[in-house]
Every structure is written in structure tokens, then in C-alpha cells.
């Protein structure tokens, strides 16, 4: 059951990344321009597409709630092969033999590691300590990648506002799934517990800096390196926080650790696939004031 939430959530992770790309293009504010994202708000296009992330969320607690992080996490990188083609008919975007190439690394890296890896549940009880360590290192980490971002532009640009998205993602993730074991206590046991807060700034975190991402034009780098830590963290998180394991019964962890590397490998080829083609999508002009025809 677990399995199959999370490649639902995939999928609706993926419709909604690219119709959130295709609102922040149709914006008049540049990417240096944090109005970009309130006008990307009131595009319907941009709504539906948020209304897609929150239905990948709820399916992927679902997941978290029956199944391990590094589980989960891995097959939600997956929504970034749903995204091709889906960013091939709305946005424009390439298809190159480079990107299918790391598509299909990606996959199979992931088929790899979740069939041979077999990664086993731990525990959510994890000390204060290690949840404050886990926090302040990736709230460091988020403004060292968007530092990075605000100075590029292009690809590289969509790249480090990915990944640094991608490390926000990453600890939602690992929220979430301490998140889900309150639920049942009701209203006050939610609002008087960590985990709310630090869920509610993590998405935050994340859903400006994924915004910024798409903003770049190139929608390969953006989901690619956002996928790429967002998966790498799970693992990390998973093994740290939760005391998973990457293999049980008769799964091997060489094996496992291979096909990891081949899902971020391909996550890679897809971002320097990205960066190579150089091709901004079209997006239809905003509406002016100015505009003649109006």
C-alpha cells in the first residue's frame, strides 16, 4: 500500500510542478522580483497546480504513515520522470536523448533500490538533539544553495534553487512522517506539538524556493536537483533520525547503495542535460496596460 501512495503522490507532485512552472512564466515580475510569486498566486493555472502539490502531500503522508522514509522518498523522486512529458505538452520544454537517458536512470536506479535495498521501517522516536541538529543543518544548507542561486541565472540558477528546495522537501519529509502519529490525538495534540511548525516552515521554505526554480525557464534542473536532494536527504534523515536500514531479509546493501547512486546519477544527467540545451520555454506574454492591443 505504501508503494502505491507514493507513485500516486508522485504523480500528482508532478502535474502540479509543472503547472506551477507554467504560472511563474506567465508572470510580469522577473525572477529577482519576490512579487513574482504573489502574481503567480492569482493565476488559476497556478492554483490548480497547487491544488495537485497538497493532494501528492496528503497521499504521500498516507505512504510515510505505512512504510519507511527512504522508501517513500525514493519513490516520490520518480514524479520527475512523470514531469517530462507533461512539461513537453504544457511549457515546452526538450526532451533530449540526454533526458531520457537520465530518465531512464532514474527509474531504473530507484526500481533498484527499492527491490533489492527492501528499506525497513525504525522507530519516531528520535531525541530532541537529533531533530534540532537536523533542522539547523538544513535551514544552513537551504540559504547557503539559495545564496548561490540568487547569482546565477539559467539552469545553474534552476539547480541551486532546486536543491536548496530540495533540502526543505527533505526534512518535510521526515516531519511529516512524526507528523501523521498525532492526527488521532485531535486538534490540541496537533497544535502542541513541534512537528506542525517545523512541517508548516519547511513547506514554506520549500514552496519559495521551487518557485524561484521554475521561474528559471528550464523545468529538468529545477525538479531534477529538488528530486535529488529531497531523495538523498530521506535516506540520510531515514538512517539518522528513524534508524532505518537500507536492506532486510535477503536484500543487499551494496546493491542498494548502487541503485541510488544510479537514480541521483540520472538526476544529474537531466540537470547538465538542461543546462547544455540552453532553451528557455515559451510562455504566453502577460497581459499590459501599455500593451497597444489592449
Known sequence: MATTLALLAALCFALGNVLQQKGTLETAAGADDPRFLVQAMQ????????LSQASGWVLQAMALDRGPLALVQSLTTLSLVFALPLGAWLTNQRITRQVA???????????LFVSVG????????????????ACLTTLALVLVFA?????????TQAALFGSAAGFAFGLQGAVTKVFVTQIGGGVLAILSDWSVYVLV???????????SAFKSGVLAPAIAS??????????????TIFDEVLHSGSGSRVPAIIGLAMALGG???LASAGDASGQRPSAPRPASSTDPST
Open 43 to 50: 493565476r488559476p493555472v497556478w492554483l490548480i497546480g497547487a
Open 101 to 111: 537517458a537520465g530518465a531512464g536512470a532514474v527509474v531504473a536506479g530507484v526500481i
Open 118 to 133: 527492501t528499506p525497513a521501517a525504525g522507530n519516531t522516536n528520535a531525541s530532541a538533539a537529533a531533530w534540532w541538529a
Open 147 to 155: 545564496g548561490l542561486g540568487r547569482s546565477r541565472t539559467g539552469a
Open 201 to 211: 516552515a519547511s513547506a514554506l521554505l520549500g514552496l519559495m524556493f521551487q518557485q
Open 226 to 239: 529538488a528530486n535529488a536532494v529531497t531523495l538523498f536527504m530521506g535516506v540520510l534523515l531515514g538512517v
Open 267 to 269: 538526476v544529474v544527467a
